[in-house]
């Protein structure tokens, strides 16, 4: 008798538990719709305030560098960040009914911009264009690889089209600024020879 009454209890609890995962699993895939949005929300959010913060910088090696071969990529990634930045802005206005950077999560970035931007101030030829170059490269292979990880974490269709597009255009700036960073190197390396051999 009393082994039909803890099998009957053991029953009961078995029974509680199902119930109970029956409802969670219910209510999970709402919750998990919530989520996904507002994360998709704090992506765009970010996305917006990381172009913007870039922009300033591209601007500021636009105005302020003495090497041609910087000033056009400068332009050249202007015009790129300006498309990404609008295709976002519109899927923010679209989400919120408004461009609303509240959603925004702390920077992640490894450059802090306006510190960046600071520094850059107090710089001129090769030594703003070598900083100005490495830490902008430092930015997009970081972006790079954001955006490769969000296009198959996003869950909005636009947002994760929009992320798609960025992709290659993100990748052929990193590539440029590769280049261009080595280039700068080989110019410098070749001034301090010429210097090294006006001394003898």
Same mark, same amino acid.
């Not at 209890?9 to 078995?14: A, G, H, N, Y």
């Not at 974490?153 to 089209?161: A, E, R, S």
């Given at each position: 008798?009393k082994?039909?009454?803890?099998?009957a209890?053991?029953?009961?609890?078995?029974c509680?538990?199902s119930?109970?995962?029956?409802?969670?699993? /219910?209510?999970?895939?709402?919750?998990?719709?919530?989520a996904?949005?507002q994360? @998709?929300?704090?992506?765009?959010?970010?996305?917006i305030?990381?172009?913007?913060?870039?922009?300033? !910088?591209?601007?500021?090696? +636009?105005?302020?560098?003495?090497?041609?071969?910087?000033?056009? !990529?400068?332009?050249?990634?202007?015009?790129?960040?300006?498309s990404m930045?609008?295709? !976002?802005?519109?899927?923010?206005?679209?989400?919120?009914?408004?461009? @609303?950077?509240?959603?925004?999560?702390?920077?992640? /970035?490894?450059? @802090?911009a306006?510190? &960046?931007?600071?520094?850059?101030?107090?710089?001129?030829?090769?030594?703003?264009?070598?900083?100005?170059?490495?830490?902008?490269?430092l &930015?997009h292979?970081?972006?790079l690889?954001? !955006?490769?990880?969000?296009?198959t974490?996003?869950?909005?269709?636009?947002?994760? +089209?929009a992320v798609?597009?960025?992709i290659?255009?993100?990748?052929?700036?990193?590539?440029? &600024?590769?280049s261009l960073?080595?280039?700068?190197a080989?110019a410098?390396?070749?001034?301090?020879?010429?210097?090294?051999?006006?001394?003898?």
């Open positions: 008798m082994q039909i009454s803890v099998l209890v053991w029953l009961s609890i078995l509680s538990i119930t109970t995962c029956l409802r969670a699993q /219910a209510i999970a895939p709402e919750k998990s719709a919530a996904a949005a994360s @998709d929300t704090r992506f765009i959010a970010n996305n305030r990381d172009h913007q913060q870039a922009m300033i !910088l591209l601007k500021t090696a +636009m105005d302020r560098s003495s090497n041609p071969r910087v000033r056009e !990529l400068a332009e050249g990634m202007m015009a790129d960040h300006t930045l609008y295709s !976002l802005q519109e899927l923010s206005t679209a989400g919120s009914g408004g461009s @609303d950077l509240s959603a925004a999560g702390p920077s992640t /970035a490894p450059v @802090d306006a510190a &960046l931007q600071k520094r850059l101030n107090g710089l001129s030829g090769a030594d703003f264009d070598t900083t100005w170059v490495s830490n902008m490269l &930015l292979q970081v972006k690889d954001e !955006l490769t990880q969000a296009k974490t996003v869950t909005n269709p636009q947002l994760k +089209m798609t597009e960025a290659p255009m993100i990748r052929k700036q990193r590539s440029t &600024l590769s960073q080595k280039e700068l080989r410098a390396m070749l001034q301090k020879k010429q210097a090294a051999s006006r001394q003898r």
